[in-house]
């Protein structure tokens, strides 16, 4: 028997690994459970093979989401909110998509796949940031930040209304820009990222549990679990990331045993941009596993042709 949170996290070869385990040889040799169903599901969308997977597993899984287990749970609402990019926002950003595409124009003609993955997603990290802040990409830029100025609406409101949040961010770089605009507005706050201590992080927790701070400021990889921070009932995403399901798991810091409120999720994401492909990706995904586990948290890989779409798209 295994238990787990998230049986598929990041693509389908994960269940197979789960079957190798508790079930031999049901699924076959990991190139044939990739031909037969993998590469037919992740790339081709084929509902055939999904059905026959889903047929083949379903006899073995027992699944309960965290709604029929508690009962008690406050209902959680998630809510996207676009950000208009200003002007000169606007043109950066337009400037470092093209200068993506000409760096990679036919770079897959002489480098293997492996090579011409990583380059893309270099160019991708890049655009993502210039999304978060100009100055993630330009440290000197003086353009103003749009999302740095929608988070400034947002606190103020949830502050006057005594609501506390969580804020999390896959860039350390732009958490510290966050933290650099709440010590200037005299915000209380706590903060973590993966460099922090255990005993620190324990500290700060505790800290954030008992009221000291409104905000609580998490890089998306070390929050996303073994945290309990229901003293807060708002959760800020300030950049989508390419797998929901890590999105998930840090929002249910928040939303889990001990939480008396409903909660409330903020997904801030710049319009006509990349964020907004990669959060078309999250239903795609996530209706892939709709199909075949019954809601659970799958993110298939990123192939190389989908990442190039997200740079040549508008």
Known sequence: MVATGTPIENHLGELWNVFRFINPGLLGSLKQFNVRYALPIEKSEDKKARQRLKRLIQPFILRRTKNQVLEELPPRTEITIPVELGMEEAALYEAIRKSALDNLAGVDKVEGKGELHLKILAEIMRLRRACCNPRLVLPDSAIPSSKLAAFAEIVD?????????????????HLEIIRNYLDRAGIPYQYLDGSTPAPE???????????????????LKAGGVGLNLTAADYVIHMDPWWNPAVEDQA???????GQQRPVTIYRLVAKGTIEEKIVGLHQQKRGLADSLLDESDLSGKVSVDELLALLRYH
């Open 201 to 219: 992080r324990k500290l700060r927790v505790d800290a954030f549990q008992s009221g000291s701070g409104d905000l609580f400021l998490i890089s």
């Open 251 to 257: 929002s249910d810091r928040a939303h889990r045993i």
């Open 157 to 173: 409101e949830l502050r006057e209304n005594r609501h506390k949040a969580l804020v999390f961010s896959q860039f350390v770089g």
